[in-house]
């Protein structure tokens, strides 16, 4: 697995961090499916949720969670004591699997959450080939180690991750109790907690290396600070403010979900409508799953669609019209049940705004009519009047500039090409905002709908119809439609992320405490700075148990571990045997083509509008792979080998593969 898919994995399982007291029983052994989520606790009195449709044997000290498709497992074993984690771990697979062989690639300390006194996260060493997800953590209360193992194909794990996340939740430390924020009052966000939160801020942005972060708080109604920390551009001064824009990228999807709510409420769609019925040109892959689809289906994640990103990325250019939106999906079936799982696909995003768009303005183009749809319905009667929904516009304007870490883990700029591959999808992850703005959006959250000077832009049924859970993606959080709910800390936070290339942000509202947060970056690894912000701001609200700062510092630290332990698996430049057998041009009847060129030692690739320099990687299954190293796009992997008699190239997400033969 490349640097890329690794990470996001890793990521993904080390920040469960939901907590929950359980009323611990043990579930009996079984190998039927389970009808419901199962609480259950280990021999040890560990307690822990088994999802519902999974299956469960626990037993002699092991609990063993088999996914409904039979190639993934999780696997909760008592060790007792152990003189570390890593010797607690080597107990757990020897009782688990003693002839599991896979070398270790790297541990890292995690934060001490959930009750327990040290967690650390194992990462074992697997090949793209294998398509295999390999991972652990080891977790002590007193003497005693409990070790979760969780194994299986790469395909289920990216299906399951909701559930695997339930099960990571709601392991927690015997005699754990959750905090519950429900009904305890909120600190106002007074100067002095602002002043928390950007400190915070600034803590973080030190430790990750993030050049710039816009900011936005409120406190009911009243905006408290919208600004900036950092500068726009590495090595230039010029600092961020209230009105910098920046990529807000996934965010778009609950903004188009509320120009369908403004439909809604004008009786041009319902909800539980078939699509069909208002746009009879939209299609699946077959008419039997098409004939299902309902207008919040669109936007649920819910329907078992899996991603097609590489599709999009490598084939769209400049010239690529909204309507693939559609092209494509009239060949995608449902790798899972309507409902059963938490499968993000932008497509599907992208065409509920484009089918919005085209009830309001259906003689314009696509495109057209949902830029002219968002800015008179949304943009324009929040006060948005920064945001943007095309790339070349933003750059004319005050913006901020993206921002990865290169192979060598220091921050650097990135081009940005991989976001004009989302300007024809753009429903789905393509507007640009500004803390000034976002906070607006928030705003009209907390409201219920209801804009400043006392309007009403959209019923609250229907604002509140979005945040309804539509598939759950852990144990107290959901997915609604373009937004997610949380209930981690009793209290609910409703919010959602947004990732494109050199930019990460979150929003976030609690409506109990009538508070609103903005947060963006311009830097890739501003990821590991949204979670820890959310937990921070619960913290200085609720006096909270102080956990930030150390997920932060835990995250940061474990980041920087795993772009060490791939720098050392790299070659840069690359080997020069293994350049001089690469062929000039490749073809992938699904991605397009795929050219290289040499400089001296250097090898570069272009696919689509993506172009990088690559390094070379010796796989532990003996194969070798070029691997893209540009700021921004590290991780692109490709296996060499051969087919027929040709040159081959092969690349993979979780749920497809993609072979490139040689011209």
């Not at 329907?303 to 693939?324: C, H, I, Q, W």
């Not at 696909?345 to 495109?367: C, D, F, R």
């Not at 989302?422 to 429903?427: L, S």
Request: contains cysteine; aromatic residues 8%; charged residues 20%.
């Amino acid at each position: 697995m490349t640097l890329r898919s690794k990470h996001a994995a890793w990521f993904a399982a080390a920040l469960l961090t939901s907590t929950v007291l359980l009323a611990p029983a043990h579930a009996q052994a079984t190998t039927a499916a389970l009808t419901s989520d199962t609480p259950g606790t280990t021999a040890a009195g560990v307690p822990f949720t088994a999802p519902k449709a999974w299956t469960l044997v626990n037993a002699d000290g092991l609990a063993k969670i088999t996914a409904p498709e039979g190639d993934l497992v999780a696997v909760i074993v008592d060790v007792g004591p152990a003189p570390d984690a890593a010797a607690a771990v080597v107990k757990a697979f020897a009782r688990f699997d003693p002839a599991e062989k896979h070398p270790l690639k790297l541990s890292s300390p995690l934060a001490k959450v959930r009750g327990w006194d040290e967690r650390v996260g194992f990462i074992y060493e697997t090949s793209l080939n294998e398509k295999l997800t390999l991972r652990a953590t080891g977790q002590r209360k007193g003497t005693d180690w409990t070790v979760l193992i969780v194994r299986g194909a790469d395909a289920t794990a990216e299906k399951r991750l909701g559930a695997l996340g339930l099960i990571g939740e709601t392991l927690v430390a015997k005699g754990y109790s959750r905090e519950n924020f429900v009904g305890k009052p909120a600190h106002p966000l007074d100067q002095a907690r602002v002043a928390l939160l950007r400190e915070f801020v600034r803590t973080a942005m030190d430790q990750i290396g993030i050049p710039g972060v816009g900011l936005a708080l409120m406190d009911h109604g009243k905006v408290v600070f919208e600004g900036g920390e950092g500068v726009k551009q590495l090595g230039k001064s010029d600092p961020v403010d209230a009105h910098t824009l920046f990529a807000i990228a996934s965010n778009t999807k609950g903004m188009a979900t509320l120009l369908l709510a403004e439909l809604a409420d004008v009786g041009k769609l319902g909800w539980n409508q078939k699509v069909t019925e208002v746009y009879p040109a939209f299609r699946l892959g077959s008419a039997a799953t098409t004939d299902k689809v309902l207008i919040k289906h669109l936007v649920c994640a819910c329907t078992g669609l899996p991603r097609k990103d590489f599709e999009v990325l490598y084939n769209t250019t400049r010239s690529t019209p909204a309507s693939d939106t559609f092209r494509y999906l009239a060949t995608t079936e449902p790798t899972s049940g309507f409902g059963e799982v938490f499968q993000y696909n932008n497509l599907m995003a992208s065409a509920a705004g484009y089918i919005g768009a085209h009830l309001i303005y259906p003689k314009l183009e696509l495109g057209a009519a949902f830029d002219k749809a968002m800015q008179t319905r949304i943009f324009k009667p929040l006060g948005m009047n920064d945001t943007v929904l095309d790339i070349d516009t933003m750059l004319r304007r005050n913006h901020a500039s993206p921002h990865a870490y290169t192979i060598d883990g220091v921050t650097a700029l990135a081009r940005g090409e991989l976001n004009y591959t989302f300007q024809p999808f753009r429903p789905a992850g393509g507007a640009y905002s500004s803390p000034h703005d976002m906070i607006r959006y928030v705003a009209n959250e907390l409201s219920l709908g209801v804009l400043p000077g006392g309007k009403r832009l959209v019923s609250a049924a229907n604002l509140l119809e979005r945040r309804k859970p539509n598939v759950p993606i852990g144990e107290h959080a959901s997915y609604g439609m373009g937004l997610e709910s949380d209930k981690t800390w009793g209290v609910e936070v409703v919010h959602h992320g947004g990732s494109l290339e050199g930019f990460k942000s979150d929003w976030m509202a609690i409506p109990e405490a009538q508070v609103g947060a903005v947060l963006l970056t311009n830097s890739d690894e501003g990821q590991l700075l949204l979670f820890p912000f959310m937990r921070r701001l619960i913290e200085v609200l609720y006096d909270g148990r102080p956990e930030a700062l150390e997920m932060l510092t835990a995250s940061v630290r474990r980041n920087k571990a795993l772009y060490a332990d791939e720098r050392k698996r790299y070659t840069v430049p690359p080997d020069p045997a293994v350049v001089t057998k690469i062929a000039p041009r490749y073809l992938s009847g699904d991605l397009g083509e795929i050219v290289f060129t040499r400089s001296g030692d250097r090898l570069t690739g272009k696919v689509g509008m993506l172009s990088s320099d690559f390094a070379t990687r010796t796989n532990d299954d003996g194969t070798i792979s070029l691997v893209s190293v540009d700021p921004g796009l590290v991780g692109f992997e490709y296996v060499v080998g051969q087919k027929d008699g040709k040159r081959v190239l092969t690349t993979r997400d979780a749920q497809h593969d993609y072979v490139f033969v040689e011209e």
